[in-house]
């Protein structure tokens, strides 16, 4: 199966952003989820006006739940919110949607901030200062250990994973991001490519745990995080790429800015061609896009270049290797 380009959108897109979408020749969205929109009406309701637009819903996710401090820190509330977790996998599957998100990030993506950087074109996007980053407080009241990080990921997958196959519905781990080892008094589960086959051993290796394979968290790191090419070979092989985040970077840490494609360090090409050579039949996207800019089509703007240069990139891999 060749990949699938896709696009996140929530239920408030617009009828004009779907059109747009389409336009693009776009068949597959992300969708993002509110918890109170956790209903098979919702879920249904949403797949149905998409469909209109012929698209499909190639997976769907709750920030809440995908990124939640209480499940990743064992705080109080963690068996309500696995509950909780476990209640949107059962409505996936009755939904037919083959997977969701999940981010060992309780304070989300850690960036420096916004500007207008060096490679940016006069775009605003997302740069990253390791010594900033680096110097910041405990993010909560005291500071964890690895231990519990881990033993907090063991306790979510015991709970979890029998759900997630039973209702046939995988889901996708993104790396930390950016991959350092401990920030803000939170060690990272998965800031190397090490990580991620220990997160899969701790699973009994059940395919109901995946990867999202970020290149972008790849490349921040280098050869910190794994070799990049011979990792895509092994986790194409095994079956565990759900998803691709495409981008790229200005350079390795300690500082990177967020650019386009052609504007960072990386050959996206050859990377594009070593995931077609190794069949990933994974949905692939963009990941993050400039800021966006007023009166220019918001988030589905600022995603719209860049998805359409992928997409040619997979369109040239494909040719170039026969699969086309």
């Known amino acids: ?9 929530t239920t408030a897109e617009s009828d004009g952003g779907l059109s747009f979408i389409r336009q693009m020749g776009i068949e597959y969205v992300s969708l993002m989820l509110k918890p109170e929109e956790l209903t098979d009406k919702a879920v249904a309701d949403a797949q149905e006006r998409l469909a209109k637009y012929r698209i499909t819903v190639s997976d769907a996710l709750c920030q809440p739940l995908q990124k939640n401090k209480s499940i990743h820190l064992g705080l109080a509330g963690r068996d309500e919110h696995i509950q909780k977790f476990n209640h ?15 981010a060992w990030q309780p304070n989300g993506i850690l960036r420096t901030g916004w500007r207008v950087g060096e490679h940016t074109r006069g775009g605003s996007s997302m740069y990253c200062d390791q010594k900033e980053i680096m110097a910041r407080p405990n ?20 709970h979890v994973v029998p759900v997630a196959e039973e209702a046939g519905v995988r889901m996708a781990l993104h790396p930390n991001d950016p991959p350092l080892a401990c920030m803000a008094g939170i060690p990272s589960l998965i800031y190397n490519t090490e990580c991620y086959r220990r997160a899969i051993r701790l699973a009994g290796r059940s395919p109901a745990l995946g990867i999202k394979l970020c290149v972008g968290c790849w490349l921040e790191a280098g050869d910190a995080f794994g070799d990049l090419m011979a990792d895509i070979r092994e986790f194409c092989a095994d079956g565990r790429v759900l998803c691709v985040h495409f981008r790229n970077v200005d350079a390795r840490l300690p500082v990177f800015e967020e650019v386009l494609c052609e504007d960072g360090y990386a050959d996206m090409y050859a990377i594009m061609k070593q995931l077609v050579a190794c069949d990933c039949g994974a949905v692939i996207s963009v990941d993050h896009g400039f800021a966006p800019m007023e009166g220019f089509g918001g988030m589905t703007g ?8 992928m997409k040619g990139l997979l369109w040239a891999a494909e040719k170039e290797l026969g699969k086309r």
């Not at 199966?1 to 959108?9: A, C, N, T």
């Not at 949107?88 to 999940?102: C, N």
């Not at 033993?151 to 015991?158: D, H, K, R, V």
């Not at 600022?302 to 240069?309: A, M, N, R």
């Open 139 to 158: 993010a909560e009241d005291r500071a964890f250990t690895e231990e519990e990080i881990w033993a907090n990921f063991q306790y979510f997958l015991e």
């Open 302 to 309: 600022s995603f719209c270049y860049p998805t359409g240069f």
């Open 88 to 102: 949107m996998l059962r409505v996936f599957g009755r939904a037919g949607i083959p997977f969701t998100s999940i």
């Open 1 to 9: 199966m060749s990949m699938r380009p896709q696009i996140p959108v």
